[in-house]
């Protein structure tokens, strides 16, 4: 008989074939996510195979507020992984901290990168940019607009 524990605890549909392709997913990622990451593995892989928000599901099943802390800049695995998409991932945080690391060839192109270990400092800093008479709202946006085009330039071919 189905327990249907899907539904009564996380209020979603979980098909067997889904299922397993989780279930696969986990097995793969657990090899290769740092062990302080993985208690968030289970709350990632099902937000981005079910096109969830992670802080909903962490809504539904009261997870403490670290798990909420974790999961908000953790980005789903894209079907086409990017240079430009891992050093925008580095922005926030080392690769070896994103729960997406077990995606293919993603540790050793972060490695060779040079993304891996720690995140990517695109060298702008807004005291700089204090100095050129940036403030308030502008600041920002021309903070963003510098590291968007950084990220541009240093990372417009893939290096697979």
């Known amino acids: 008989a189905d327990l249907k524990i899907d539904k009564k605890i996380l209020h979603i549909s979980i098909k067997r074939e889904e299922f397993l392709r989780m279930a696969l997913q986990m097995a793969k990622a657990v090899k290769l996510v740092d062990k302080e990451m993985r208690p968030y593995l289970f709350l990632y892989i099902l937000s981005c195979f079910k096109k969830i928000p992670s802080q909903l599901l962490c809504e539904r099943i009261h997870t403490p507020n670290i798990y909420k802390k974790v999961l908000k800049f953790q980005k789903c695995v894209p079907s086409r992984i990017t240079d430009r998409f891992l050093a925008a991932v580095a922005l926030k945080m080392a690769i070896r901290q994103w729960l997406g690391v077990y995606a293919d060839r993603v540790k050793k ?52």
């Not at 807004?126 to 946006?141: F, I, S, V, W």
């Open 109 to 160: 192109r972060s490695i060779k990168l040079g993304i891996y270990e720690r995140g990517f400092d695109p060298g702008i800093r807004p005291a700089d940019l204090l100095e050129e008479g940036y403030a308030g709202k502008r600041l920002g946006e021309e903070l963003r607009r510098r590291v968007l085009e950084t990220l541009r330039k240093r990372f417009s071919k893939d290096i697979s």
